[in-house]
Nanobody
Framework: VQLQASGGGLVQAGGSLRLSCTAS???????MGWFRQAPGKERVFVAA????????YYEDVVKGRFTISRDNAKNTVYLEMNSLKPEDTAVYYC?????????????????WGQGTQVTVSS
């Protein structure tokens, strides 16, 4: 079971990035989520999407700026990030949700990617 995240980088405030997370076919039969962890802080929820893509969930501070989507044919989930702010700087992790619990909790996700660094300069 593997998740491979990519697409991070350095961008100026107001810029955009698109993160990708490619999963093994077995892993991808679940809801998928993106979390982020800033230095010295706990890992927190950013966005999630159901297996069918019909339901999406966002943390309040990214609503209207970030969009999560998935392509099941490619076993890939995306996080389109626009209007980036310095406070969005963090390591971003994708994860596969393996329970029927909350999409917002890290405890509901059993499989995690290695993380990709996003740095937003002011």
């Amino acid at each position: 079971v593997q998740l491979q995240a990519s697409g991070g980088g350095l961008v100026q405030a107001g810029g955009s990035l698109r993160l990708s997370c490619t999963a093994s076919a077995r892993t991808f039969a679940y809801g998928m989520g993106w979390f982020r962890q800033a230095p010295g802080k706990e890992r927190v929820f950013v966005a999630a999407i159901s297996w069918s893509g019909g339901r999406t969930y966002y943390e309040d501070v990214v609503k209207g700026r970030f969009t999560i989507s998935r392509d099941n044919a490619k076993n890939t989930v995306y996080l389109e990030m626009n209007s980036l702010k310095p406070e969005d700087t963090a390591v971003y992790y994708c994860a596969a949700r393996t329970t029927s619990g909350s999409y917002y909790s890290t405890f509901e996700y059993s499989y995690w990617g290695q993380g990709t660094q996003v740095t937003v300069s002011s």
